[in-house]
């Protein structure tokens, strides 16, 4: 059975750091992207990151860029998000997914098959 479960959440303060994980089964794991989508109180979920399993291409939107990492790895079928200087207007429901890098809007949904139940990031100010 297809699974990902995300892990790492919590409460940090503005300028903190956390690193998301996502543990992925169920399938092979080196012919899916992976992608990381958040959704904020109140707001659209939106993406964050993704990372290509074709080339390992990361992409990243512009308001995470230079302060979150995505990386894989292969060996422990695990994606990771390392979230530096974390903002108040990070904190959200944190969400990883399995399918393609194939669009920043909710387009056969963002082009992913299989998805995580999420974990919350709350950044104090």
């Known amino acids: 059975e297809v699974q990902l479960v995300e892990s790492g959440g919590g409460l940090v303060q503005a300028g903190g750091s956390l690193r998301l994980s996502c543990a992925a089964s169920?399938?092979?794991?080196?012919?899916?992207?992976i992608g990381w989508f958040r959704q904020a109180p109140g707001k659209e979920r939106e993406g964050v990151s993704c990372?290509?399993?074709?080339?390992?291409?990361?992409y990243y939107r512009d308001s995470v860029k230079g302060r979150f990492t995505i990386s894989s790895d292969n060996a422990k079928n695990t994606v990771y998000l390392q979230m530096n200087n974390l903002k108040p207007e990070d904190t959200a429901v944190y969400y990883c997914?399995?399918?393609?890098?194939?669009?920043?809007?909710?387009?056969?949904?963002?082009?992913?098959?299989?998805w995580g139940k999420g974990t919350l990031v709350t950044v104090s100010s």
């Open positions: 990372i290509s399993s074709s080339d390992g291409r990361t």
């Open positions: 169920g399938f092979t794991f080196d012919d899916y992207a």
């Open positions: 997914a399995a399918g393609v890098c194939g669009s920043w809007r909710p387009v056969k949904n963002y082009g992913m098959d299989y």
